[in-house]
């Protein structure tokens, strides 16, 4: 017999997808990557060819910041670690993102920064708590906290989109969300596209813990909806964040 809360959780997922087809039939809608039209209504509105076209994350990757190491050829049993992690270039132990930034992830991205998607954070934050409990040990953390916005850019815009996502995220881990932990002391340039150099001037010293938070010997997952070759995270204070898992 199923429990009582299997069950609910059962008429729960019937009724939405029965308030969908219902949906769908009465205001067909287009998918918002490649209007196409959709088949069945989703809360994240895009077709199923945009879904299954998203990059999960690389099989062989490094072990600490995650980026796709296809190519890399080693002994089995040897801990994949790229050259910049050998180096010790970043200041987080671990990063891990969801897919690589390009075809229609861009547009999802996108939608996600410019049009408040909030299924749609809710969506990424399901897929990267799969990725912590698969790797539970060495992603294990105390809090988790959105890199934030300059406080008159989310004026502007209403709200962090990497709160979209970091919010939905630490309730499916059951961990607490601390979203005023970390400030952004000076805000990005207003340009839409930077070029490598200005993104890194842009993060030079652009953040800080905010006074009188508690973060010592805290394990603390970062979330951020793009990763730029994780060098904003060399510029949060080492000191600061001795313990700092970021997600992407
Ligand atoms: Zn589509
Ligand atoms: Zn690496």
Redesign the pocket.
Known sequence: MPSARAWGRGVRGWLAEASDAVVSIFFPAACRICDQLLVRASRVRFCEDCMDSFEGPPEKK??????G?AWMTVEEREPL??????QK??AFER?RSYGVYEGPLVRAILLLKWERMEPLGDWFAGRLAEMVRQESGQLATDVVVPVPLHRDRERQRGYNQASLISKSLARKLGLPHKAVLLMRTRPRPDKQVLTLQERWESVRGAFATRPGSQVDNKRVLLVDDVMTL?RRLMHVRRRCWRRVRSLY
Not at 62 to 67: A, D, E, H, K, P
Not at 81 to 86: I, Q, Y
């Open positions: 490094c072990g600490i910041c995650g980026q190491l670690v790229c050259r910049a992690c050998k270039t970043y990063a994780g």
